[in-house]
C-alpha cells in the first residue's frame, strides 16, 4: 500500500524558514519523481515543484523559485521542501506524492505564515 506522511509543518513568521519531510512506503522510490502540492483554504491543490527519481533534475512553480529547494535521500525513501523566505500566501496544507500521481495520499502539513 502506498503511504505518504509528511511532517515539519508549522507556524513561521514572513521571511522564515522551515523544512517539510515526507517518508514514503509501499513502492519502490528511487523509481520514481516526486512532487510537492500544496492547498489553502478555499484553493484548489496546487503543485509546487518537482524532483526526478535520481535528484538531479527539479523544477518549480514561477511563485517559489529561489525560495523553496526538493531533494530527496533515496536510501531512506524521503522527500524534503526547503522553504526559505517565507511569505503570507504560502501559508497551505503541503502534500507530496510520486509522479505520476498515486491516488493514495498523506494526511498532508500545516504551514502558517504569520507575524
Known amino acids: 500500500q502506498v503511504q505518504f506522511v509528511e511532517s515539519g509543518g508549522g507556524l513561521v513568521q514572513p521571511g522564515g524558514s522551515l523544512r517539510l519531510s515526507c517518508v514514503v512506503s509501499?513502492?519502490?522510490?528511487?523509481?520514481?519523481?516526486m512532487s510537492w502540492y500544496r492547498q489553502a483554504p478555499g484553493k484548489e491543490r496546487e503543485l509546487v515543484g518537482s524532483?526526478?527519481?535520481?535528484?538531479?533534475?527539479?523544477t518549480y512553480e514561477d511563485s517559489v523559485k529561489g525560495r523553496f529547494t526538493i531533494s530527496r535521500d533515496n536510501g531512506k525513501n524521503v522527500v524534503y521542501l526547503q522553504m526559505n523566505g517565507l511569505k503570507p500566501e504560502d501559508a497551505a496544507v503541503y502534500y507530496c506524492?510520486?509522479?505520476?500521481?498515486?491516488?493514495?495520499w498523506g494526511q498532508g502539513t500545516q504551514v502558517t505564515v504569520s507575524s
Open positions: 509501499g513502492y519502490i522510490f528511487s523509481a520514481y519523481g
Open positions: 524532483i526526478d527519481s535520481t535528484g538531479f533534475r527539479r
Open positions: 506524492n510520486r509522479r505520476p500521481a498515486s491516488s493514495s
